[in-house]
C-alpha cells in the first residue's frame, strides 16, 4: 500500500480544508490510518486517526470538535475535514496507515511504524 496526501493550501483564520489521503493497494481495509502534523521548529505530533473499518476514531484533544476523520474503503480514500482552523494549525500535514492497528495504537505511531505519505502543507493565516 502507498499513501498519497493531497488538500492542504492557504486559508484565514476560522475556515476550512479537507485533506485527502488516497491509498494504493488490495489490502486498504486491514490498515488503521491516521493523520499526524509537523510544524515548523517542532516534533510531528498525532492528529487524528481511523479504523480500518471506519467504526472507531480517536483525535489529539486540539483536533476534537474541530476535525472530522472519515474513511471511504470502496475509493480507498481517508479524508480529513478541519473546520475553524487555526493560525496555530499550520504545518505540513502526513497521512499515516498502520495493518491491523487499532485508531487509539495509531496516536503513538513513529515514523519507523507502518506507512507514511509524503506531507501536505496547510497555512492559516490570522
Known amino acids: 500500500v502507498q499513501l498519497q496526501a493531497s488538500g492542504g493550501g492557504l486559508v484565514q483564520a476560522g475556515g476550512s480544508l479537507r485533506l485527502s489521503c488516497a491509498a494504493s493497494g488490495r489490502t486498504f481495509g486491514t490498515y488503521a490510518m491516521g493523520w499526524f502534523r509537523q510544524a515548523p521548529g517542532k516534533e510531528r505530533e498525532f492528529v487524528a486517526a481511523?479504523?480500518?473499518?471506519?467504526?472507531?476514531?480517536y483525535y489529539a484533544d486540539f483536533a476534537k470538535g474541530r476535525f472530522t476523520l472519515s474513511i471511504d474503503n470502496a475509493k480507498d480514500t481517508v479524508a480529513l475535514q478541519m473546520n475553524s482552523l487555526k493560525p496555530e494549525d499550520t504545518a505540513i500535514y502526513y497521512c499515516a496507515g498502520r495493518r491491523w492497528a487499532t485508531a487509539q495504537s495509531m496516536g503513538v505511531m513513529t515514523v519507523n511504524d507502518g506507512l507514511w505519505g509524503q506531507g501536505t502543507l496547510v497555512t492559516v493565516s490570522s
Open positions: 481511523i479504523s480500518g473499518s471506519g467504526g472507531n476514531t
